[in-house]
């Protein structure tokens, strides 16, 4: 093994000096072309010399090598890949050249992450920095897939079956053991605020299906689907720190949007306020106020025009609520249609 | 002569022979272009069978329908010329308008963009069929996209027009008129309105106004040079002295000049029918070289719709194989087409042309075709000619010799220092002589015009003689006034000499002086005597060898020398009253007195050694290409630079060793004087081994088709090559050539027409301006497509962090078109006032193959080091508006389906919020204008960046080009617009942006200043190194 080792590093003097000879003899060549024919010879005379040399070691380290070693051929071949005297300088450059980009791409994303590190210093992670986009919330239904349209049969369950799945799975999280487990129960009517530190964990009120009375899915396990009364639930979107204004709960009513007013005979609202409780306000963002429990207003249909579809329009009524903006449909308002057929 | 007017038949066709060798693959254009030059050959085969010149008068005026003495009716006159059309050269055939405005549709980008609209529309339809309601965002995209594309053809087109439309006004700017006689009166009619039948007079001076067929003639000549390049006079008369129509004396031809003289004669070809209309319009079927620009802007365009297009497809692919819908593929490739295409950079590149256009021809350049702007500046051989260019296109006496002694004369263009010795009695009569022995004379009413512009009516020789003698003496026509002409011989090729006798100044002295000029060595062989200070001597030996030696130095200037002599004849011999003949010769012509000797030149115009200087240390070689003899060309040559004062030819060194040419080592010399004869002989690989060896060369004698053969040969060596020529018979040349130059004053419509640059002042040195001017836009067209392409990285990555990472869209594709085509195009604009960065005149021309206008330095330099910094920039500027309204960067990750499901109104952010679809489009569209200002903010670092290529801004100036900070100012104030002016327009989906997100992008503004100074400052520093070759574009 020594004497491979000492094999391999020989040559690499005499490749150097060799590759320096080449050299000069080149630009030798370039200048004194038609000067000196002498030197010219005798330049040719040291070559020759240096590469029997280098024969010689060749022959030595192929006979001291035994011929099925392949790692080892293959680092050979590797490193004189590598020290190849006319690829080498254009090898390091790439080298240099990737190792500059490497840097380069390296420092800008160190920029960015400082950048973005303090961008994360000026945010609260508890309130958001601004709020004017969502300041007056928006309208969300449930049962919700994809669609707004309710169409189903009510003599076929397989038409209404994945509203009542989807209602039951939302409501999950309204059970009132959980509720009760989770939430505390606080005094209706007012605002639920809960001074001190802004990093404090907020409690939450609770809101418990049981509150839904006959779309809580309790009694009625399809949620009236069966009978052609759906339930839909309605939530008002969350917005951190929105208060309904000068105390007065927002309510929800829902009519026929376009058409025949009578399409719609009667809702039943539950809670019967058909409102949102005071106390579930203010909302004090996801990090602090982790169980918060968005209140819901159950509509049950249950007396609509069957075998043709109703728009109907829910709006949020109360003071500070919007509802007629005309680019858009859902904030204050959502507008449905329900087509039931029998 | 008359010979070598065939030899310019034999040219023109040849001329075309050459193209054809050259333009082989466009094979079906070219069959075409064929089909009409043999038709064009067909026609000019008639003209040459026309035999007007055979006719009688009486059987012209039957021919024609026209009476020699009373001239046409104005009513037939209008007839003809409603028949025949104007007299007037008809341009050569342009597109048809229509044409060019539709290449301008679909050249360069505007093909992609098409692609784009139409994609768009098609992802429409496809929405259409599955969902009636389907928005109609993408089509109004579609129809935005071809918008685009249209208004940009059509400023382009606009552009393109306007600068034709410059040339247009130029050429009516010289009206032509003509003397004719109709409804027996001598009326002046605008010479267009000539038609065949018209009887004209002309005189000297005078431009001939049409093909005429002489019918009388006064001592008419004319120069033939426009037609034949060649300015020797020609008598013309009206006898039918040849059977070829363009040998025989009793023809003028249109656009040739009447040099002196008069003559009347009868139309017989009007306009294009002409033989120099033949001859033009068949020059224009040689095709002309396509710009260096425009392949340089061709290249540019395929990279970037390389880039575009390969881009767009790669992330197409991975769209859909990320199980994205085909069509909502197909809207990111749209998006990613447009990111990718600089629309207004083509508009950009067309003012910034014409804005240097327009700088040029307040300078007397002007340019006919806008990428000629560029053009001057690559050139790399100039092949000027020599009379009127590098010269002043008139005689001028250069030197004198009486009393044994040269006298150096001012030639400069106002010759008023002539600071020779003027003491001497001998000048005083050589004076005399040159004043009296001269029949030019100048035109009646220019009182008030200085000497050297006042138009005179005789030949180039005797007019410099008129002016030189009228600067030193005073007024000549007073002087030959008190010298009453007794009689007089005019020059003429057999005795080559001139003669005139007059009274003498004196009243009281009864002597005649007869003063004779012409030839030197047949004046001598006249003379018995010679003037040494005012006293006659014998005319010795040794003052004989003076004479000799003195005319074969000024005979070696290449200068024309004439001889000067006069004798006073005795008074008893000559009485007053005696009849002197002149046919006769009753009066000595021998024994008279030897004067002194003149030379003359047509001078090198005083700024030409100068501009020749310049453009050789621009490192562009300077050939002359003359048809004048081969001393006279080479000792302007060496006057003017085109031989630098060092260099020696072949010739030159054999005379210093005194050994035969032949033994000379070639290598030694470095100029070179190539005769049209030896060019004859030699193979285009010997043409090219002279071009490619000599630095210094002078082409003398040559016919206009070795003018293209020169050309080509020059273009063999993958030189851009620009030619300066005025005759029609260099119209195949200058369109042959690279750039054609033409010269406004002496240059004829052909060569205007066939030229792509006019020198209204006529003058060599405005090219050097040209040159300066050309490299100037190259380099500031660089910075400006680099500043353009830099953005393009930050406008395509959103898009394909969109796709790939599935953030809400950082920035809408109308807002990326607000961004090409409002805020940054008059800044890329204002680039064009940049100034240059060191002097560009003392570095070589680039190589028309290796300097890219567009090279992977530039390319890679601005997509991936400052193009990403930009990017990061603005994703900055969208991260914190999207945070600070509630999503945190991570919680923005793959939110883009439910982001974008418009049913979905209840999408929670980092804060627990719930946001409605259109609370969130509007979210997005904040975004869009964040990631907008992000962009411009940082356009504005790297408009600051781009002022320079390898020097400090610092060291440039930064207030240097206010239009910059004009361009900064455009960019901002069109933001505040679009964000504050237009946010509530939700179609351009703007908003109003809080002010504080204006200046999130400033410090990576910044850092990109700080990182391309330090860039620069490398290159600066470790000039040749790995880092200067890779980042310097």
Same mark, same amino acid.
């Given at each position: 093994?020594?004497?491979?080792?000492?094999?391999?590093?020989?040559?690499?003097?005499?490749?150097?000096?060799?590759?320096?000879?080449?050299?000069?003899?080149?630009?030798?060549?370039?200048?004194?072309?038609?000067?000196?024919?002498?030197?010219?010879?005798?330049?040719?005379?040291?070559?020759?010399?240096?590469?029997?040399?280098?024969?010689?070691?060749?022959?030595?380290?192929?006979?001291?090598?035994?011929?099925?070693?392949?790692?080892?051929?293959?680092?050979?071949?590797?490193?004189?890949?590598?020290?190849?005297?006319?690829?080498?300088?254009?090898?390091?450059?790439?080298?240099?050249?990737?190792?500059?980009?490497?840097?380069?791409?390296?420092?800008?994303?160190?920029?960015?992450?400082?950048?973005?590190?303090?961008?994360?210093?000026?945010?609260?992670?508890?309130?958001?920095?601004?709020?004017?986009?969502?300041?007056?919330?928006?309208?969300?239904?449930?049962?919700?897939?994809?669609?707004?349209?309710?169409?189903?049969?009510?003599?076929?369950?397989?038409?209404?079956?994945?509203?009542?799945?989807?209602?039951?799975?939302?409501?999950?999280?309204?059970?009132?053991?959980?509720?009760?487990?989770?939430?505390?129960?606080?005094?209706?009517?007012?605002?639920?605020?809960?001074?001190?530190?802004?990093?404090?964990?907020?409690?939450?009120?609770?809101?418990?299906?049981?509150?839904?009375?006959?779309?809580?899915?309790?009694?009625?396990?399809?949620?009236?689907?069966?009978?052609?009364?759906?339930?839909?639930?309605?939530?008002?979107?969350?917005?951190?720190?929105?208060?309904?204004?000068?105390?007065?709960?927002?309510?929800?009513?829902?009519?026929?949007?376009?058409?025949?007013?009578?399409?719609?005979?009667?809702?039943?609202?539950?809670?019967?306020?058909?409102?949102?409780?005071?106390?579930?306000?203010?909302?004090?963002?996801?990090?602090?106020?982790?169980?918060?429990?968005?209140?819901?207003?159950?509509?049950?249909?249950?007396?609509?025009?069957?075998?043709?579809?109703?728009?109907?329009?829910?709006?949020?009524?109360?003071?500070?609520?919007?509802?007629?903006?005309?680019?858009?449909?859902?904030?204050?308002?959502?507008?449905?249609?329900?087509?039931?057929?029998? | 002569?008359?010979?070598?007017?065939?030899?310019?038949?034999?040219?023109?066709?040849?001329?075309?022979?050459?193209?054809?060798?050259?333009?082989?693959?466009?094979?079906?254009?070219?069959?075409?272009?064929?089909?009409?030059?043999?038709?064009?050959?067909?026609?000019?085969?008639?003209?040459?069978?026309?035999?007007?010149?055979?006719?009688?008068?009486? $059987?012209?005026?039957?021919?024609?329908?026209?009476?020699?003495?009373?001239?046409?009716?104005?009513?037939?006159?209008?007839?003809?010329?409603?028949?025949?059309?104007?007299?007037?050269?008809?341009?050569?055939?342009?597109?048809?308008?229509?044409?060019?405005?539709?290449?301008?549709?679909?050249?360069?980008?505007?093909?992609?963009? /098409?692609?784009?609209?139409?994609?768009?529309?098609?992802?429409?339809?496809?929405?259409?069929?599955?969902?009636?309601?389907?928005?109609?965002?993408?089509?109004?995209?579609?129809?935005?996209?071809?918008?685009?594309?249209?208004?940009?053809?059509?400023?382009?087109?606009?552009?393109?027009?306007?600068?034709?439309?410059?040339?247009?006004?130029?050429?009516?700017?010289?009206?032509?008129?003509?003397?004719? *006689?109709?409804?027996?009166?001598?009326?002046? *009619? =605008?010479?267009?309105?000539?038609?065949?039948?018209?009887?004209?007079?002309?005189?000297?001076?005078?431009?001939?106004?049409?093909?005429?067929?002489?019918?009388?003639?006064?001592?008419?000549?004319?120069?033939?040079?426009?037609?034949?390049?060649?300015?020797?006079?020609?008598?013309?008369?009206?006898?039918?002295?040849?059977?070829?129509?363009?040998?025989?004396?009793?023809?003028?031809?249109?656009?040739?000049?009447?040099?002196?003289?008069?003559?009347?004669?009868?139309?017989?070809?009007?306009?294009?029918?002409?033989?120099?209309?033949?001859?033009?319009?068949?020059?224009?079927?040689? %095709?002309?070289?396509?710009?260096?620009?425009?392949?340089?802007?061709?290249?540019?365009?395929?990279?970037?719709? %390389? &880039?575009?297009?390969?881009?767009?497809?790669?992330?197409?692919?991975?769209?859909?194989?990320?199980?994205?819908?085909?069509?909502?593929?197909?809207?990111?490739?749209?998006?990613?087409?447009?990111?990718?295409?600089?629309?207004?950079?083509?508009?950009?590149?067309?003012?910034?042309?014409?804005?240097?256009?327009?700088?040029?021809?307040?300078?007397?350049?002007?340019?006919?075709?806008?990428?000629?702007?560029?053009?001057?500046?690559?050139?790399?051989?100039?092949?000027?000619?020599?009379?009127?260019?590098?010269?002043?296109?008139?005689?001028?006496?250069?030197?004198?010799?009486?009393?044994?002694?040269?006298?150096?004369?001012?030639?400069?263009?106002?010759?008023?220092?002539?600071?020779?010795?003027?003491?001497?009695?001998?000048?005083?009569?050589?004076?005399?002589?040159?004043?009296?022995?001269?029949?030019?004379?100048?035109?009646?009413?220019?009182?008030?015009?200085?000497?050297?512009?006042?138009?005179?009516?005789?030949?180039?020789?005797?007019?410099?003689?008129?002016?030189?003698?009228? &600067?030193?003496?005073?007024?000549?026509?007073?002087?030959?006034?008190?010298?009453?002409?007794?009689?007089?011989?005019?020059?003429?090729?057999?005795?080559?000499?001139?003669?005139?006798?007059?009274?003498?100044?004196?009243?009281?002295?009864?002597?005649?002086?007869?003063?004779?000029?012409?030839?030197?060595?047949?004046?001598?062989?006249?003379?018995?005597?010679?003037?040494?200070?005012?006293?006659?001597?014998?005319?010795?030996?040794?003052?004989?060898?003076?004479?000799?030696?003195?005319?074969?130095?000024?005979?070696?200037?290449?200068?024309?020398?004439?001889?000067?002599?006069?004798?006073?004849?005795?008074?008893?011999?000559?009485?007053?009253?005696?009849?002197?003949?002149?046919?006769?010769?009753?009066?000595?012509?021998?024994?008279?007195?030897?004067?002194?000797?003149?030379?003359?030149?047509?001078?090198?115009?005083?700024?030409?050694?100068?501009?020749?200087?310049?453009?050789?240390?621009?490192?562009?070689?300077?050939?002359?290409?003359?048809?004048?003899?081969?001393?006279?060309?080479?000792?302007?040559?060496?006057?003017?630079?085109?031989?630098?004062?060092?260099?020696?030819?072949?010739?030159?060194?054999?005379?210093?060793?005194?050994?035969?040419?032949?033994?000379?080592?070639?290598?030694?010399?470095?100029?070179?004087?190539?005769?049209?004869?030896?060019?004859?002989?030699?193979?285009?690989?010997?043409?090219?081994?002279?071009?490619?060896?000599?630095?210094?060369?002078?082409?003398?004698?040559?016919?206009?088709?070795?003018?293209?053969?020169?050309?080509?040969?020059?273009?063999?060596?993958?030189?851009?090559?620009? &030619?300066? %020529?005025?005759?029609?018979?260099?119209?195949?040349?200058?369109?042959?050539?690279?750039?054609?130059?033409?010269?406004?004053?002496?240059?004829?419509?052909?060569?205007?027409?066939?030229?792509?640059?006019?020198?209204?002042?006529?003058?060599?040195?405005?090219?050097?301006?040209?040159?300066?001017?050309?490299?100037?836009?190259?380099?500031?067209?660089?910075?400006?497509?680099?500043?353009? #392409?830099?953005?393009?990285?930050?406008?395509?990555?959103?898009?394909?962090?969109?796709?790939?990472?599935?953030?809400?869209?950082? *920035?809408?594709?109308?807002?990326?078109?607000?961004?090409?085509?409002?805020?940054?195009?008059?800044?890329?604009?204002?680039?064009?006032?940049?100034?240059?960065?060191?002097?560009?005149?003392?570095?070589?021309?680039?190589?028309?193959?290796?300097?890219?206008?567009?090279?992977?330095?530039?390319?890679?330099?601005?997509?991936?080091?400052?193009?990403?910094?930009?990017?990061?920039?603005?994703? #900055?500027?969208?991260?914190?508006?999207?945070?600070?309204?509630?999503? /945190?960067?991570?919680?923005?990750?793959?939110?883009?389906?439910?982001? $974008?499901?418009?049913?979905?109104?209840?999408?929670?952010?980092?804060?627990?919020?719930?946001?409605?679809?259109?609370?969130?489009?509007?979210?997005?569209?904040?975004?869009?204008?964040?990631?907008?200002?992000?962009?411009?903010?940082?356009?504005?670092?790297?408009?600051?960046?781009?002022?320079?290529?390898?020097?400090?801004?610092?060291?440039?100036?930064?207030?240097?080009?206010?239009?910059?900070?004009? %361009?900064?100012?455009?960019?901002? *104030?069109?933001?505040?617009?679009?964000?504050?002016?237009?946010?509530? &327009?939700?179609?351009?989906?703007?908003?109003?942006?809080?002010?504080?997100?204006?200046?999130?992008?400033?410090?990576?503004?910044?850092?990109?200043?700080?990182?391309?100074?330090?860039?620069?400052?490398?290159?600066?520093?470790? =000039?040749?190194?790995?880092?200067?070759?890779?980042?310097?574009?």
């Amino acid at each position: 093994m020594r004497r491979q080792l000492r094999s391999r590093r020989a040559p690499a003097f005499p490749y150097g000096y060799r590759y320096r000879l080449d050299d000069q003899d080149e630009v030798n060549q370039n200048y004194l072309a038609d000067e000196e024919e002498e030197a010219e010879e005798a330049q040719v005379l040291v070559v020759p010399d240096l590469e029997e040399e280098e024969e010689k070691e060749e022959e030595e380290r192929s006979q001291g090598q035994p011929i099925g070693n392949a790692w080892w051929q293959k680092l050979q071949i590797m490193i004189e890949y590598l020290w190849d005297p006319e690829r080498r300088i254009s090898l390091a450059q790439t080298g240099l050249i990737l190792f500059i980009y490497f840097f380069f791409y390296a420092s800008l994303a160190a920029v960015i992450t400082l950048c973005m590190y303090m961008l994360f210093l000026t945010i609260s992670p508890y309130m958001p920095t601004f709020t004017e986009r969502v300041k007056t919330p928006g309208v969300m239904i449930r049962p919700f897939a994809h669609s707004l349209n309710f169409n189903f049969n009510v003599s076929e369950p397989d038409t209404w079956q994945h509203y009542v799945i989807s209602l039951n799975g939302f409501l999950q999280g309204y059970n009132d053991s959980l509720q009760e487990e989770m939430n505390v129960d606080c005094p209706p009517g007012q605002y639920f605020i809960q001074d001190g530190n802004e990093d404090e964990d907020k409690k939450a009120c609770q809101f418990k299906r049981s509150f839904l009375k006959n779309c809580s899915g309790l009694e009625d396990p399809t949620f009236g689907y069966a009978t052609g009364q759906p339930c839909i639930l309605l939530k008002m979107n969350r917005i951190v720190g929105f208060r309904p204004e000068l105390g007065d709960p927002v309510k929800v009513s829902c009519k026929v949007q376009r058409g025949d007013e009578d399409d719609i005979r009667s809702i039943n609202y539950y809670p019967e306020s058909a409102s949102f409780d005071l106390r579930y306000y203010p909302y004090y963002g996801k990090l602090t106020h982790v169980n918060y429990t968005s209140p819901l207003v159950a509509m049950h249909f249950t007396d609509v025009v069957k075998n043709q579809a109703v728009p109907v329009q829910c709006q949020l009524k109360g003071k500070g609520i919007i509802n007629d903006v005309i680019s858009d449909h859902f904030v204050g308002r959502v507008i449905f249609t329900l087509n039931i057929e029998t | 002569m008359s010979r070598k007017t065939l030899e310019i038949y034999s040219v023109e066709l040849d001329g075309t022979k050459d193209t054809k060798q050259t333009d082989q693959e466009d094979d079906k254009k070219y069959n075409d272009l064929d089909l009409k030059k043999s038709h064009q050959k067909e026609e000019l085969k008639r003209e040459l069978d026309l035999d007007d010149h055979k006719l009688t008068s009486e $059987e012209l005026e039957q021919k024609y329908g026209t009476n020699i003495i009373t001239g046409l009716s104005s009513a037939r006159a209008a007839e003809h010329l409603a028949r025949d059309g104007p007299n007037t050269l008809s341009p050569p055939k342009q597109t048809p308008e229509i044409i060019k405005f539709l290449k301008q549709m679909v050249g360069g980008f505007s093909i992609l963009l /098409w692609i784009g609209a139409v994609l768009c529309w098609i992802a429409y339809g496809i929405q259409y069929v599955n969902d009636k309601s389907a928005s109609l965002d993408s089509v109004y995209l579609g129809v935005v996209l071809a918008l685009v594309v249209i208004l940009t053809g059509i400023f382009a087109y606009y552009q393109e027009a306007k600068s034709t439309n410059i040339m247009a006004s130029f050429s009516k700017m010289i009206p032509q008129e003509a003397l004719v *006689i109709r409804d027996s009166e001598k009326k002046v *009619i =605008p010479a267009e309105q000539l038609v065949v039948g018209d009887i004209v007079e002309i005189k000297g001076g005078d431009q001939i106004p049409a093909d005429i067929r002489l019918l009388s003639s006064q001592g008419c000549k004319v120069d033939n040079s426009s037609l034949t390049g060649e300015s020797e006079p020609q008598p013309r008369s009206a006898e039918f002295t040849h059977e070829n129509p363009l040998e025989t004396k009793n023809i003028g031809f249109y656009s040739t000049t009447c040099l002196e003289g008069t003559a009347t004669g009868v139309v017989i070809n009007t306009g294009d029918r002409t033989v120099i209309g033949r001859i033009a319009s068949l020059a224009s079927g040689v %095709g002309s070289e396509k710009t260096p620009i425009a392949t340089e802007i061709e290249h540019f365009v395929h990279i970037v719709a %390389g &880039v575009a297009v390969s881009v767009g497809l790669l992330f197409f692919i991975i769209a859909v194989s990320l199980k994205y819908q085909v069509l909502d593929s197909i809207i990111f490739l749209i998006g990613i087409i447009v990111a990718n295409v600089p629309e207004g950079l083509l508009a950009t590149v067309t003012v910034t042309l014409s804005l240097t256009a327009k700088r040029m021809a307040k300078k007397n350049c002007l340019v006919k075709n806008l990428e000629a702007v560029e053009t001057l500046g690559s050139t790399s051989i100039i092949c000027s000619d020599k009379t009127g260019t590098l010269t002043q296109n008139r005689m001028a006496v250069a030197h004198l010799w009486f009393d044994n002694q040269i006298f150096m004369a001012d030639t400069s263009e106002n010759q008023l220092n002539q600071a020779f010795d003027q003491s001497s009695g001998t000048w005083a009569s050589l004076s005399k002589i040159i004043a009296l022995c001269n029949r030019a004379e100048f035109r009646p009413g220019q009182e008030n015009i200085p000497i050297m512009k006042k138009v005179v009516v005789g030949d180039a020789s005797e007019t410099a003689l008129l002016k030189f003698s009228e &600067v030193i003496l005073g007024d000549v026509m007073e002087i030959r006034k008190r010298n009453r002409k007794v009689a007089e011989i005019p020059f003429n090729s057999t005795n080559k000499f001139q003669l005139s006798i007059h009274e003498t100044e004196d009243p009281e002295d009864k002597h005649f002086l007869v003063v004779m000029k012409g030839a030197p060595e047949r004046i001598l062989e006249r003379c018995s005597t010679i003037m040494i200070n005012g006293q006659e001597q014998p005319l010795g030996k040794s003052n004989a060898t003076a004479f000799h030696t003195a005319y074969m130095e000024l005979g070696g200037l290449g200068e024309r020398v004439l001889g000067f002599c006069h004798l006073y004849l005795p008074e008893d011999e000559f009485p007053e009253s005696y009849p002197f003949d002149v046919d006769a010769m009753n009066f000595p012509t021998s024994n008279l007195c030897f004067v002194g000797l003149l030379s003359m030149i047509d001078p090198p115009r005083s700024t030409v050694p100068d501009a020749v200087a310049k453009c050789r240390s621009a490192g562009i070689k300077v050939i002359m290409v003359t048809g004048d003899h081969p001393i006279t060309a080479k000792a302007v040559a060496k006057s003017v630079g085109v031989i630098s004062a060092s260099s020696e030819t072949v010739e030159d060194i054999a005379r210093r060793c005194s050994i035969a040419v032949e033994q000379v080592n070639k290598r030694d010399a470095r100029a070179a004087v190539v005769t049209g004869m030896e060019l004859k002989d030699m193979a285009p690989e010997q043409l090219d081994e002279i071009l490619a060896n000599y630095s210094e060369i002078v082409f003398a004698r040559t016919s206009p088709q070795q003018k293209l053969i020169i050309v080509e040969g020059c273009q063999r060596q993958d030189a851009v090559v620009a &030619v300066t %020529g005025d005759g029609v018979n260099d119209s195949p040349a200058l369109k042959k050539a690279d750039i054609g130059i033409a010269m406004g004053i002496a240059g004829s419509d052909a060569a205007k027409n066939a030229a792509d640059m006019v020198l209204l002042d006529d003058n060599f040195a405005s090219i050097v301006t040209g040159v300066e001017e050309g490299r100037l836009i190259f380099d500031n067209l660089k910075k400006t497509i680099a500043y353009t #392409l830099t953005k393009n990285i930050a406008e395509l990555c959103p898009f394909l962090i969109y796709i790939i990472v599935g953030l809400p869209l950082p *920035i809408g594709t109308i807002t990326l078109l607000f961004i090409d085509l409002g805020t940054d195009i008059i800044p890329s604009i204002a680039l064009a006032y940049e100034k240059a960065e060191s002097d560009i005149m003392n570095r070589k021309p680039r190589h028309k193959k290796k300097d890219r206008l567009v090279n992977h330095q530039l390319a890679i330099y601005s997509y991936l080091h400052i193009g990403l910094m930009q990017a990061l920039g603005a994703f #900055l500027v969208y991260f914190t508006v999207y945070a600070q309204q509630g999503f /945190w960067p991570t919680s923005l990750i793959n939110l883009r389906v439910r982001w $974008e499901k418009d049913e979905l109104n209840d999408v929670e952010d980092s804060y627990g919020q719930e946001w409605t679809r259109y609370q969130r489009k509007y979210l997005e569209w904040t975004g869009y204008t964040a990631f907008f200002v992000g962009i411009m903010v940082q356009q504005i670092a790297d408009l600051i960046i781009r002022k320079t290529r390898r020097n400090s801004i610092f060291q440039q100036g930064l207030f240097r080009n206010k239009v910059i900070w004009v %361009g900064i100012a455009s960019q901002i *104030i069109i933001a505040l617009i679009l964000s504050y002016g237009l946010g509530s &327009v939700t179609a351009l989906s703007f908003t109003m942006l809080r002010p504080q997100y204006w200046f999130v992008a400033i410090p990576h503004a910044i850092l990109i200043w700080v990182y391309d100074e330090v860039r620069k400052l490398f290159i600066r520093r470790y =000039p040749g190194s790995w880092w200067d070759k890779n980042m310097y574009y």
